[in-house]
């Protein structure tokens, strides 16, 4: 079942032309298709036969050049047909029937909320006929829809429409036609009874683009949001990237029924409902970043990715990675630089390299998988932006930009390799990228252990660096990496000017202070010369490698990184190393002899008294390290000790601040109204982290304000921090808040989501029980993955302490809820399971209960390749 990327070979035929007819109709859908295929000149010699992929299709007709195609000359088996003695060139006609009111799996074409829609990445296009469904295949697609008009006024494809007509019984027609040849994942249907938001954009060279947002006529007045960060995106793609948009049209639609985030099919990407409505009422500051995070990704990803394309799925992490890079450049851009390089690295400390530790690991350009779908994961997407990212540093903003002008003129049109963007990269900038290569083939989280010595005779400052990359499956070796790392070395009035051992300052740059230091073998020095006291090291500056690093520092250098560095991640980070380590005492100490250290409430004061630093940042450093990345570094992981610890740290810091925080809240507190901008956003976020720290204290002023907040708020983001600090406190007022939240919201689905979410991530005990209570819940639905992520998802995956009851039934729960989903929708249940798979990190007890639950799924007669490929790579020795 396994499939290798070694084996790659050239497709034998071409499809210059895919000419798609779908009648649309309530009990089924009949799909006619007409490909013009040839050989492939560069194929290797073989048999005059021809292969295509196909699945769940009911065959009525099939047609060479106008001739049936005789039952002897064809044979279907498994996802294949097969036909055998074809001519060089071809049409074959291809006539399938399909019932897209049954497809729960929500890949191919299926219903959502009575609308038509098609999630073809990476292997639903066989789905819908019979095709070379690989993405190597490129072709020009013409594609005529018939539906009822009543019940689908709106019929939308790929590219430019041709024709829009009546017919006579009812229904209608509409032609569209995409100039641009395009694998079929990129393909995409839309038929419903939708509404519109228009808009349009000029592009640098002058072209007209029609802008238009298709979602339920409720959900009309949740458009502007979206509207605005396509237009930014498009604006910001020409400035730092040169792309310009190629079409008069862009259409994106938003479905309630949606596996992922959202699919940046060619001119018309279709959203989750999550990823694209948003107004103030509704949607947190979260959620509106999301949205714009998420429509930016999705129209990068019209050079990266689709006028430049995957040659196959090994090679994912080129169009994933480097978009996601693309659209974190944006975020940064339009938002704090820092509060969005915190959120990545914080996503990828927790998630990713967990997964790179655990039995799934992976390299961002695997070797070999079993089931595509399972490999849309943290690592090909976040460390694969985290590989471009370090490009973009080792060569700079100009040589990088050079390469991608290279990589996309160089390879328009084509579907290309991880290797031809490093190629063009190298090509561009003359740098030696041979070593670089090996973050595209090694999994693993490499280490730096790095340690630093003053001599004060010679005034030099040497950095010893090392480093090391943990074996994963079926890589027990590991080569040396290339890791740029960033440091600067502070002093007593600022960062010192660097001079490194035979390379002079580089007199262009006015700012000497910070340096990209080239590790690339196993041990390393770096001397640094004309330093004249001893400095306090500021490493791995900015994220500048996704790599785990390890320095001595005295409690004193963390607080004075903490207060002084220049770098806004370093200062973060210091504060994340002081948490731990106050958390781990907290471990230890017994319950009634643990202290929190004064020097952290001291520094703690300091931020919260501080007008002149970025409130974002300030709410951030006030968080404690999440119980996720605690559980990365405090090995194995004692869910329960780690929870209580950090609970017992949060209390102790709200009460030795209590005075400082109220008056942070009230100060922040404020009746503007609701912008979803940085400044506004950053002050809420402080103030509601306040909240959370106050809630924790019993007097009443404290205990008033989340009623206040609820009772009064006029936005989500307060809202939901209000009903969150209640619910999440047993405040006596939460069950009438939640009552009354949901009566306010039932109408509102993604609101009914975030109302979940509240009650399944709630770390009181009894959880489990509400999980399951709120499953029979009407507003709950197994069919629907925002509503299965919003209660069954957060449940396991953030609510660690329930999760991680001591008898095991949260683990049963969820291998049965995975059990159900996989006869529905694998996809789905394959990421649910994700939390199952990481038993080695926890202790005896729990390892084996998870693993009991593993292995009733394996259990399981017939399960879906997705499900299968995660369980049983996670059982393995
Ligand atoms: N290409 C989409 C994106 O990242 C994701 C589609 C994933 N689809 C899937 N079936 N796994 O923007
Ligand atoms: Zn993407």
């Known amino acids: 079942r396994t499939i290798y990327l070694k084996d790659y070979r050239e497709p034998d035929y071409l499809i210059d032309r895919t000419q798609l007819r779908f009648e649309l109709a309530e009990e089924s859908t009949v799909v006619d298709s007409v ?55 071809f049409t074959l006609s291809c006539r399938t029937q399909i019932r897209p009111q049954e497809n729960t799996s929500l890949e191919g074409l299926y219903k959502s909320s ?55 019984d009812g229904r209608h027609r509409t032609v569209w036609h995409d100039p641009f040849p395009k694998p079929a994942y990129l393909f995409a249907l839309v038929a419903g009874d ?66 992922m985030g959202a699919m940046e099919n060619k001119s018309l990407n279709i959203f989750n409902t999550s990823c694209v409505l948003a107004k103030p009422e509704t949607t947190t500051d979260l959620g509106f970043q999301r949205v714009e995070g998420v429509v930016a990704h999705e129209y990068f990803h019209n050079w990266s990715g689709n006028r430049v394309t995957c040659r196959d799925w090994f090679q994912l992490s080129l169009k994933e990675g480097f978009t996601v890079f693309r659209d974190a450049q944006f975020s940064s851009d339009m938002g704090s630089a820092t509060v969005k390089r915190v959120e990545d690295v914080s996503l990828l400390r927790t998630a990713q390299f967990a997964e790179d530790a655990g039995p799934m690991a992976h390299p961002i350009r695997p070797d070999s998988f079993i089931e595509i779908s399972n490999f849309y994961t943290v690592t090909i997407y976040e460390k694969g932006a985290e590989v471009v990212r370090m490009l973009h540093t080792l060569l700079g903003p100009e040589d990088f930009r050079r390469g991608s002008d290279l990589y996309f003129e160089r390879h328009d ?13 190298e090509d561009a900038s003359g740098r030696d990228l041979g070593q670089f290569r090996l973050w595209y083939s090694q999994a693993g989280t490499p280490r730096l252990k790095v340690a630093g010595y003053y001599d004060a005779d010679s005034e030099t400052y040497t950095l010893t660096v090392q480093q090391q990359c943990p ?99 370093c200062r973060w980070d210091a504060s994340q190393v002081l948490g731990v380590a106050e958390i781990r005492r907290a471990m230890t100490a017994d319950a009634d002899s643990y202290q929190v250290s004064e020097d952290l409430v001291d520094a703690f004061r300091a931020l919260l008294s501080d007008d002149s630093l970025d409130k974002a ?40 601040l209590r005075d400082v925080l109220m008056a942070c809240y009230r100060a922040n ?85 975030q109302w979940f979410q509240v009650q399944a991530t709630n770390r009181q005990p009894g959880t489990l029980e509400t999980v399951k209570e709120l499953m029979a819940h009407p507003a709950f639905d197994i069919r629907n993955p925002n509503k299965v992520r919003a209660l069954i998802g957060a449940f396991c995956a953030q609510n660690t302490v329930n999760f991680h009851q001591s008898d095991g039934a949260a683990y049963q729960f969820l291998a049965d809820q995975v059990k159900q989903l996989d006869r529905s929708n694998p996809q789905i249940a394959s990421r649910l399971l994700v939390p199952l798979t990481k038993w080695r990190k926890y202790l005896p007890g729990a390892q084996t209960l998870m693993k009991d639950a593993l292995n009733s799924i394996m259990a399981v007669p017939e399960l879906s390749s997705d499900v299968f490929e995660v369980v049983s790579k996670s059982l393995q020795e």
Not at 123 to 144: A, N, Q, W
Not at 223 to 244: F, I, P, Q
């Open 471 to 569: 074996p994963t499956p079926g890589q027990a070796e590991k080569a040396p990496m290339h890791i740029p790392l960033a440091v600067a070395l502070l002093g007593e009035a600022g960062a010192l000017r660097l001079e490194l051992d035979g390379t002079p300052a580089d007199p262009e740059t006015s700012d000497n202070t910070q340096m990209v230091l080239d590790v690339t073998e196993s041990e390393q020095r770096f001397v640094f010369n004309n330093i004249k006291e001893e400095p306090v090291p500021s490493l791995l500056r900015g994220f500048s490698a996704p790599v785990k690093l390890d320095y001595d520092y005295s409690r004193q250098q963390l607080l004075r990184l903490m207060r002084s560095d220049s770098d806004g991640f």
């Open 669 to 753: 507190t404020s009746d503007e109204v609701y912008r979803p901008e940085a400044d506004q956003i950053a002050q809420r976020s402080l103030k509601n982290t306040a909240l959370a720290y106050l809630m924790l204290c019993d007097d009443d002023e404290c205990q008033g304000l989340a009623k206040a907040q609820f009772d009064s708020s006029q936005n989500m983001t307060d809202r939901l921090s209000a009903l969150t600090a209640l619910v999440h406190n047993l405040h006596p007022y939460h069950t009438e808040a939640l009552w009354r939240f949901y009566q306010d919201w039932q109408h509102e689905p993604l609101v009914v989501n």
């Open 114 to 168: 009575g609308m038509f829609c098609t999630q073809c990445e990476a292997e639903g296009f066989r789905k819908i006929t019979y095709y070379l469904d690989r993405p190597d295949v490129m072709s020009e697609f013409e594609v005529e829809i018939v539906a009822e008009r009543s019940r689908y006024p709106v019929l939308l494809s790929n590219g430019n429409l041709t024709v829009a007509e009546e017919l006579e």
């Open 413 to 425: 049109g084509q579907a290309v390799t991880c290797e031809d963007f490093v190629k063009a990269m």
């Open 194 to 259: 939708l509404s519109r938001v228009s808009d349009c954009f000029t592009t640098c060279s002058g072209r007209e683009v029609d802008l238009h947002i298709y979602v339920e006529d409720k959900d009309l007045d949740k458009c502007d949001h979206a509207m605005t960060s396509l237009k930014n995106a498009m604006r910001w793609d020409e400035k730092v990237y040169g792309r310009e948009y190629d079409l008069d049209i862009f259409n994106i639609v938003a479905v309630d029924d949606f596996n």
């Open 617 to 656: 940042m300030v709410a951030l450093t006030l968080q404690l390290p999440s119980e996720a990345y605690l559980a990365e570094v405090i090995e194995p992981v004692d869910v329960h000790g780690i929870y209580r610890a950090r609970e017992a740290v949060r209390y102790a810091l709200a009460e030795s």
């Open 35 to 89: 490909l013009t295929l040839r050989r492939n000149p560069n194929a290797e010699p073989g048999p005059a036969e021809l292969t295509l992929h196909g699945t769940e299709l009911e065959l009525l007709a099939l047609e060479i050049d106008g001739q049936p195609v005789a039952q002897e000359r064809r044979r279907i088996s498994g996802e294949t047909l097969h036909i055998e003695g074809v001519p060089d060139a």
